[in-house]
């Protein structure tokens, strides 16, 4: 009885979720934007959410001008879909509204060539590569099990090892890519003008200032503070309602 309790709610939360986005889906088309973010935020709290939920909404505030929230909604949406183009390119164009100029400083060294080999795609992207490539071992091992001729025993065997360093190359760049996506924590920027302090305490003196929309990673909580890192490498505190975490 229980169980039928949780489909029938399950089935009524979907459907309810489903119909508010298409209402949302709607009003956007009808230029009402606030109301259409009415609608798909009612979909947020419903617990049903997808990269086109925040990809609309990142839209509604975009046609509002409302920086911040449009990027935060583009990045949530990014996440959930990190390889959709149409997210990639209206995240930024939403960039270009903010005021602060961050350049981003490329990594060196061995770390850029392992971030750059392993970002070439999302961790869920790299399993399923694995997952071919334990196919292809598999498929050699029998190939070289059954086969009777020396020769092809030969090339079997070297597709096979071939095929395992493969194999364990793309289950490594997995775990890293899975690593590094849980390890990050970006966050955005709402607060119009805030004011990034050299410790984490009111009376403490401003070391730079960021403006809404501006794109920040969180390395530490400490009360009501959390200290950041922009892309340049600028390290900060800044008060936790300033900013909104992605993830």
């Given at each position: ?5 949780y489909?029938i ?6 459907g309810f979720?489903q119909?508010?986005?298409e209402k949302?889906n709607?009003?956007?088309q009808?230029g009402q ?5 009415q ?9 049903q959410?997808?990269a086109?939920?925040?990809?609309n909404l ?9 920086v911040?929230?449009?990027i935060y ?6 996440v ?6 149409d997210?990639?390119?209206?995240l ?7 005021i602060?100029e961050?350049k ?5 060294g061995?770390a850029?060539l392992?971030r750059d080999?392993?970002?070439?795609y999302h961790f869920?992207t ?6 071919v490539?334990?196919?292809l ?6 190939g070289?099990?059954f ?6 025993k030969?090339?079997f065997?070297?597709g ?6 493969f194999?364990f190359?793309?289950i490594?760049?997995?775990?890293f ?7 990050e924590r ?19 003196p401003?070391t730079f200032i960021l403006?809404?929309?501006?794109k920040v ?9 959390k200290?950041?890192?922009?892309t340049?490498?600028t390290e900060?505190?800044?008060e ?6 992605v993830k």
């Open positions: 009885m229980k169980h039928l309790v489909i709610v399950f089935i009524t939360s979907f979720a119909s508010g986005f949302g709607v009003l956007y009808k934007y606030e109301q259409a973010i609608a798909y935020e009612s979909v947020l709290d419903s617990h959410q997808s086109e939920l925040y990809f990142g839209n509604c505030y975009y046609k509002l001008h409302q911040a929230p449009s909604n583009y990045e949530k949406a990014l959930l879909s990190p390889d959709d183009v997210i990639t390119n209206n930024k164009f939403a960039h270009k509204l903010t602060d961050v981003e400083v490329p990594k060196v061995f850029k392992l080999f392993t970002g070439m869920n790299w399993a399923c590569i694995s997952i490539f334990g196919f071992f598999l498929g050699f091992f029998i070289y099990y086969s009777p001729a020396t020769l092809y030969r090339i065997f070297i096979m090892f071939l095929w395992l360093i194999l190359l793309s490594g760049a997995g775990i890519e899975k690593n590094h996506f849980i390890n970006p966050a955005i920027v709402f607060a119009e003008v805030s004011e990034v302090k050299s410790e984490p305490q009111k009376g403490s401003a403006h809404e929309g501006t990673f969180v390395e530490e909580t400490l009360g009501k503070w200290k950041i890192e922009l340049d490498g900060g505190w800044i936790n309602e300033a900013i909104r975490e």
